[in-house]
């Protein structure tokens, strides 16, 4: 699991690449609320294009985030989504929380 | 023709990875898609991760793994000899957790969606046994 961020105006993407599971999601969460807490941007984008597995460790993390996020007032997006991810996504309703969008 | 694999693990982290990848691995004979495979992954990453994390919460117990594959059909069962489940129709429910903030709750809601049949017992202080069975569609129609 390896993760990249860019900042850009009101903006933090983190870039995930790897494997989310229970093993890897510790570390994801301390780097992305770290960097989030550090610049407070008003908006969190998770970019999933780099990520080829993941199980409801990963639903977790993203909850988790929106709720960092949600707690200094930013908007939380979670883009370029692989299908089979979508597909879990889609079963823990996380489009209530965030907004997804597919990899093309 | 029958086959059979067994796999017995202490419940460290890093060996989730380990486990899905050489279930799949064992699966591959079956000639399944690539979304079969990723359903098999996913729902066998579930079971251990629910082992290493509930089942042995304060200590490292072994998790055996069985799996049997006859004709198109893969059966998976992932033992621990843990805490078991006082309640295991409440555990089941989506959402349910007791592994705190950064845990869904969905594991067993995720392992029922992707394979073709749950089955979960257990017994509280003796340990849980959770067997899935997942169907393998033929790609061509006929096998
Ligand atoms: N092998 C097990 N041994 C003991 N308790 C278990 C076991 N598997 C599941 N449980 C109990 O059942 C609950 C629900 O499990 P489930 O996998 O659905 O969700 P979770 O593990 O809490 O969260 P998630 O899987 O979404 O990260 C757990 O919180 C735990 O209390
Ligand atoms: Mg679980």
């Given at each position: 699991?390896l993760?990249k961020f ?6 933090l ?5 790897g ?6 999601a ?6 992305i609320?770290t960097?989030?807490?550090g610049g407070?941007p008003?908006?969190?984008?998770l970019?999933?294009g780099?990520?080829?597995?993941m199980?409801s ?12 996020a ?8 979670v883009?370029?989504i692989?299908?089979?991810?979508y597909?879990?996504?889609?079963l ?6 965030a907004?997804l969008k597919r990899?093309? | ?5 067994k796999l017995?693990?202490?419940?460290i982290s890093?060996?989730?990875s ?5 279930v799949?691995a ?6 399944p ?10 729902a ?10 509930h089942a042995?919460?304060n200590?490292v117990?072994?998790?055996?793994i069985?799996v049997t ?9 992932v033992?621990d000899?843990?805490c078991?489940?006082?309640n295991v129709?409440?555990?089941m429910e ?7 903030e950064e ?18 017992t257990?017994?509280k ?12 569609r033929s790609k061509?129609g006929?096998?």
């Amino acid at each position: 699991m390896l993760i990249k961020f860019k900042k850009e105006k009101e903006t933090l993407t983190a870039y995930l690449e790897g494997e989310i599971d229970h093993h890897t999601a510790a570390f994801a969460r301390n780097e992305i609320d770290t960097e989030l807490m550090g610049g407070t941007p008003a908006k969190l984008i998770l970019d999933f294009g780099g990520v080829t597995f993941m199980d409801s460790s990963g639903i977790g993390l993203v909850m988790g985030r929106y709720k960092t996020a949600n707690s200094i007032n930013a908007a939380l997006e979670v883009s370029n989504i692989p299908q089979n991810i979508y597909k879990l996504m889609k079963l823990a309703g996380l489009e209530k929380l965030a907004e997804l969008k597919r990899k093309d | 023709m029958k086959n059979e694999m067994k796999l017995t693990v202490p419940s460290i982290s890093a060996n989730e990875s380990f486990v899905r990848v050489a279930v799949a691995a064992f699966a591959a004979r079956l000639d399944p898609t690539i979304e079969e495979i990723n359903d098999i992954k996913t729902a066998v990453s579930e079971a251990v991760t629910n082992a290493i994390v509930h089942a042995y919460k304060n200590e490292v117990g072994k998790i055996y793994i069985t799996v049997t594959a006859d004709e198109d059909k893969l059966k998976i069962s992932v033992r621990d000899r843990g805490c078991g489940i006082e309640n295991v129709k409440k555990a089941m429910e989506p959402l349910y957790t007791t592994g705190g903030e950064e845990r869904a709750g969905l594991g067993f809601a995720v392992m029922e969606s992707f394979t073709d049949r749950l089955t979960v017992t257990s017994k509280k202080d003796k340990g849980t046994t959770v067997v899935m069975i997942k169907k393998i569609r033929s790609k061509y129609g006929c096998k």
